[in-house]
């Protein structure tokens, strides 16, 4: 058992704790809100995304669902400004119209927040 918080998880503690036991690799699902927690604490590297070929009405909440994340300086070129910045890729679809997308960390030199 790792115990990584009382009422909500410690991303980085998680992750620190898993790397100390030689696991490297995780596959998070969870939910809005912990996606938001590994976001927000820097500790996500990857998100595979799904688009379904149709349209959904109502009002759920993004795929994270959490506090903002500061915007950083907004004299950098995009992606590098956005809070969380991520770049496909690869990206594939099938015959039923879905398509099933990696997108990765845009990680930039000399960032330690993006490290």
Same mark, same amino acid.
């Given at each position: 058992?790792?115990?990584?918080?009382?009422d909500?998880?410690?991303?980085?503690?998680?992750?620190?704790?898993l790397?100390?036991?030689?696991?490297?690799?995780?596959?998070?699902?969870?939910g809005?809100?912990?996606?938001?927690?590994?976001?927000?604490?820097?500790?996500?590297?990857? *998100?595979?995304?799904?688009?379904?070929?149709t349209l959904? /009405?109502?009002?759920?909440? #993004?795929?994270?669902?959490? $506090? =903002? !994340?500061a915007?950083?300086?907004?004299?950098?070129?995009?992606?590098?400004?956005?809070?969380y910045?991520l770049?496909?890729?690869?990206? *594939?679809?099938?015959?039923?119209?879905?398509?099933?997308? /990696?997108w990765?960390?845009? #990680?930039?030199?000399?960032? $330690? =927040? !993006?490290?």
């Amino acid at each position: 058992m790792i115990d990584c918080g009382d009422d909500t998880v410690d991303p980085a503690r998680l992750v620190a704790e898993l790397a100390d036991r030689g696991l490297h690799r995780i596959d998070l699902e969870g939910g809005p809100t912990l996606l938001a927690a590994f976001t927000a604490a820097h500790a996500l590297d990857q *998100v595979l995304l799904t688009v379904s070929p149709t349209l959904t /009405l109502g009002d759920a909440p #993004r795929i994270t669902d959490g $506090p =903002a !994340l500061a915007l950083r300086d907004q004299n950098l070129p995009i992606p590098e400004r956005l809070p969380y910045p991520l770049r496909l890729a690869r990206m *594939v679809g099938d015959d039923d119209g879905f398509l099933y997308q /990696l997108w990765e960390t845009a #990680r930039t030199d000399g960032d $330690p =927040a !993006l490290q």
